[in-house]
């Protein structure tokens, strides 16, 4: 069993940054979380999610094009936590953001923080 709970969210204006923070945690989940591969995705209403950053066991990020140069994933495995950090905001980029993460074949997701990025 897996708990992923977001935290960061909120109403930035254009040009602004947010640090979202993913806190992943279970009862074997917390001694492995350091080897898996950990995804930031976002939603939109009439849309499916977006791959927005992905993060491996090794450090190795991956973005999608539309947040490149703009968002930082990272991770603290003594702290079981993953975070976006997003600058240079655009309109855009307003959605919710959700952690993910595959374990043993199932996926868990978190329930989600929004983000406005609004004037």
């Known amino acids: 069993q897996v708990q992923l709970v977001e935290s960061g969210g909120g109403l930035v204006q254009p040009g602004g940054s947010l640090r979202l923070s993913c806190a992943a945690s279970?009862?074997?989940?917390?001694?492995?979380?350091?080897?898996?591969?950990m995804d930031w995705y976002r939603q939109t209403p009439g849309k499916e999610r977006e791959l927005v950053a992905r993060?491996?066991?090794?450090?190795?990020?991956d973005y999608a094009d539309s947040v490149k140069g703009r968002f930082t994933i990272s991770r603290d495995s003594a702290k079981n936590t993953v975070d976006l950090q997003m600058h240079g905001l655009k309109p855009e980029d307003t959605a919710i953001y959700f952690c993910?993460?595959?374990?043993?074949?199932?996926?868990?997701w978190g329930q989600g923080t929004q983000v406005t990025v609004s004037s």
């Open positions: 993910y993460v595959d374990f043993r074949g199932t996926g868990y």
């Open positions: 993060i491996t066991s090794s450090g190795s990020a």
């Open positions: 279970g009862s074997i989940f917390n001694i492995i979380f350091s080897s898996k591969i």
